[in-house]
């Protein structure tokens, strides 16, 4: 029986697969990447400048009050106020954001573009939401393997192990992402009453639903609420079945629909799509694809 479990846990973890699967999801999280830096562009001074709202001096305060040591947020951005290296180090995290989409430099490129965002990400203090540790977490498991440069397609059909790993990581990374969401709603009765949809367009979270749009409208205030509910749901089941895969993806990518219309996630419903293109490969049979490597 433990035979049986290791065997199980090597095949879905290190089963190899070709490095082609990888070029699709790559590009795809990397502009995103690009999108993120380049969304900081026209606030940057008003945030992290000297006069800004989250000036050195304020931001080191945050972090002391919310008991962070100062080694987890490392960033050569502490030492400079200057509005005008912040915007540089944004207009170089979208020039390496696009040179790793392409697949130039392979995992140097995305090293250095990772360790960009993560130096970025420390500075944002206050500022960091969702997509930020999703994105560098994504980066970190492309540096695994970066896959196949967009200009070279001859090793499209050489297979890996590290590319069965990478592509594993980021489907189980978006899973649990989802997962965990699913969870946190239930954990509320207002998502239980079917409430949950008026209170986000009450608040002004919704990019799709305002108050005045939705008064007087309890039954669908209740369906759509309990729709959000439902399409996690077959989501993170149908993605599971390899014969329903083609439906869970659709289902996954009106979960990203919510969380970029229903709330007012944008970004983060981008790097969730990004990630599901992971999933758009069949994937062969254990068996098939040993005899096809052995051969």
């Known amino acids: 029986m433990i035979r049986d479990v290791v065997d199980g846990w090597n095949q879905f973890w290190f089963t190899p697969r070709p490095e082609a699967y990888l070029s699709v999801p790559r590009v795809a999280i990397c502009l995103v990447s690009a999108v993120w830096f380049a969304s900081f562009w026209g606030s940057a001074a008003a945030w992290f400048s000297a006069d800004g709202l989250l000036q050195s001096q304020l931001s080191a305060q945050i972090l002391v009050a919310d008991q962070t040591p100062a080694w987890q947020v490392w960033s050569p951005l502490w030492l400079t106020q200057s509005a005008g290296w912040m915007r540089t180090w944004l207009a170089i995290g979208v020039v390496l954001s696009l040179l790793a989409a392409t697949g130039l430099g392979g995992r140097l490129t995305l090293t250095v573009l990772c360790i960009w965002a993560i130096a970025w990400a420390n500075r944002l203090v206050a500022l960091t939401g969702l997509v930020e540790p999703t994105l560098i977490a994504c980066l970190g498991y492309l540096i695994i393997a970066p896959g196949v440069p967009l200009h070279c397609h001859s090793r499209s059909a050489d297979s890996t192990w590290s590319t069965g790993l990478a592509l594993r990581l980021l489907q189980t990374h978006w899973w649990l992402l989802v997962?965990?969401?699913?969870?946190?709603?239930?954990?509320?009765?207002?998502?239980?009453?079917?409430?949950?949809?008026?209170?986000?367009?009450?608040?002004?979270?919704?990019n799709w639903?305002?108050?005045?749009?939705?008064?007087?409208?309890?039954?669908?205030?209740?369906?759509?609420?309990?729709?959000?509910?439902?399409?996690?749901?077959?989501?993170?089941?149908?993605?599971?079945?390899?014969?329903?895969?083609?439906?869970?993806?659709?289902?996954?990518?009106l979960v990203a629909c919510v969380?970029?219309?229903?709330?007012?996630?944008?970004?983060?419903?981008?790097?969730?799509?990004a990630v599901l293109t992971s999933f758009i490969y069949r994937f062969p049979p254990f068996s098939e694809q040993a005899e096809s490597t052995a051969r």
């Open 179 to 206: 997962a965990a969401g699913l969870l946190s709603q239930l954990g509320s009765l207002v998502w239980w009453r079917g409430e949950a949809v008026w209170w986000l367009a009450a608040a002004g979270r919704s």
């Open 209 to 253: 639903f305002s108050s005045e749009l939705l008064r007087g409208q309890a039954s669908w205030i209740n369906a759509l609420t309990h729709a959000v509910i439902v399409v996690q749901i077959l989501a993170l089941w149908l993605l599971t079945v390899p014969a329903a895969r083609p439906v869970g993806i659709v289902c996954g990518v």
């Open 259 to 273: 969380y970029g219309g229903v709330a007012d996630h944008g970004l983060f419903a981008a790097l969730l799509v």
